[in-house]
């Protein structure tokens, strides 16, 4: 991963004043290929690794963090204030409905997001109204009718064969012919969703193999008719060095105001994320994760950087396990990982003890991965916190460390004073600690076994 490269980088470099020239220019090699490796476009990688190598140089090496730390440090920084900074929401009209368009290549996810946003907004108390505005293939219509009625979301399409009149249809691939207008169809689903109180319309258009002026201008036009609160690009995330190309050619030709990444699923690293925010400083807003009506996610800017640099991405995985069980379920699930214990107060002290030797505790967690959501409640954390913890676990018995579900009040009564703190002091490590103990179950279960049908986790 870029943080091993760069902790090998940088091995013997602690203690200096300020990063050299050298040693910048050496990491920012590691940094070039860890993005190539994640798919993120050329042109993008060299305006990236040159900011951060200006930054680098100017970097003070703190006490606290090592040269590599300091680095990756940066580059997170900055991956997360191109990726957006924060999720950004959608922009409901005040008078409804708030209509969204949906545009992008052929195959790129557009028609199995619109159900996925449909249910989303559905489970929030919206009343969505998806259009088929896909009149390139009869076949398109008849998916987002399918995908509706999975998603529990009524559609709105044209009556085939009836729709006659412009000339919509442009090609004529198998099974194609002219069947309708999809800038009269896109006006009329949003008159119906005004006409049936939906406060949402979902607009699917068509797309093409290949950026084409013909589909361009049919979504500008679509664009100028229905005057979109948000036009959502739907774009592939495993389509690499293509991204630049596209993302520029769709928001040059739609003014897209959002982009939706699919496909993240499969092995993409991500580095589309990082093409399409740089090239047209629009923010990601959502993922797209499986092929089921469900598999959607709103998207964390600081998250995908953390996938982009392989630190881990924890706090989505534990999204992800909550989201698809429920409480009781996942209580089980808790209690069964608890029961386990495998992780002891020894192994705490132990970890502990080589934290303290490689500097603070704080800056440690902030580096760990699905940290980076915790910042502020890390920015409370006091490093002295840490020598009064390690009183207590020292005033514990072998048995104790090894068995603290079996600590019980006349021990904690002991532990309290022969550490000198209050017996409350201890009912709030050991709480901790077993919530920590939790955590490391599942950041175990992330890197191999998996939970049960959940796939990745
Ligand atoms: P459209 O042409 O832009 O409307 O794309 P579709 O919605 O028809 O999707 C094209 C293909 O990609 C279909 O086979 C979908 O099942 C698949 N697909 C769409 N979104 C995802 C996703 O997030 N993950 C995976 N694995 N497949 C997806
Ligand atoms: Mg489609």
Do not use: Y
């Amino acid at each position: 991963t870029l943080s091993d490269r760069l902790t090998a980088t940088f091995k013997n470099l602690r203690g200096k004043g300020r990063l050299s020239e050298t040693d910048v220019n050496k990491a920012i090699r590691d940094i070039r290929l860890a993005l190539l490796d994640a798919d993120v476009a050329l042109p993008v990688v060299k305006r990236f690794t040159s900011r951060v190598r200006e930054r680098a140089l100017g970097a003070e090496v703190s006490q606290a963090l090592n040269p590599a730390q300091q680095v990756v440090k940066i580059v997170n920084e900055e991956l997360i204030s191109i990726l957006g900074g924060e999720t950004r929401q959608i922009r409901f009209a005040k008078q409804p409905p708030t209509v969204i368009m949906l545009a992008g290549l052929q195959g790129s996810g557009k028609t199995t997001f619109a159900g996925k946003l449909g249910r989303w907004l559905k489970d929030k108390g919206h009343t969505p109204l998806l259009v088929a505005a896909d009149l390139q293939r009869p076949n398109a219509v008849t998916q987002l009718e399918v995908t509706g009625e999975r998603a529990g979301v009524p559609v709105f399409a044209p009556e085939r064969g009836n729709m006659g009149g412009h000339d919509a249809v442009l090609d004529s691939g198998e099974g194609t012919r002219s069947f309708g207008d999809p800038v009269a169809v896109s006006r009329a689903g949003v008159a119906e969703a005004q006409a049936r109180q939906h406060d949402v319309v979902i607009i699917d258009t068509a797309g093409r193999l290949a950026v084409d002026t013909n589909l361009m201008q049919q979504a500008a036009d679509i664009r100028a008719a229905v005057q979109p609160d948000e036009v959502l690009f739907v774009i592939d995330a495993m389509i690499g060095q293509a991204a630049v190309e596209t993302a520029q050619a769709f928001h040059d030709g739609v003014a897209f105001t959002g982009v939706v990444l699919s496909k993240l699923d499969g092995d993409a690293r991500g580095g589309a994320a990082l093409s399409v925010t740089e090239i047209t400083g629009e923010p990601i807003m959502f993922a797209s994760i499986g092929e089921k009506v469900t598999d959607i996610e709103v998207f964390h800017p600081d998250r995908m950087a953390s996938r982009i640099l392989d630190m881990g991405d924890v706090l989505t995985l534990i999204e992800q396990a909550e989201k698809a069980f429920d409480r009781s379920q996942a209580d089980e699930m808790a209690r069964k990982f608890l029961a386990e214990e495998d992780f002891t107060f020894e192994d705490f002290l132990q970890q502990m003890n080589a934290i303290k030797k490689m500097g603070s505790l704080k800056s440690m967690l902030k580096m760990m991965p699905g940290m980076q959501g915790m910042r502020e409640q890390l920015d409370a954390f006091d490093d002295r916190e840490f020598d009064r913890v390690e009183a207590m676990v020292r005033s514990m018995t072998p048995f104790e460390r090894t068995h603290p579900k079996q600590i019980n009040g006349s021990r904690r009564a002991r532990i309290a004073k022969g550490s000198g703190v209050t017996v409350s002091d201890v009912n709030q490590l050991l709480e901790r600690f077993g919530q920590a103990q939790k955590m490391m179950k599942s950041l175990a279960r992330g890197g191999g076994g998996g939970l049960p049908g959940m796939p990745g986790i």
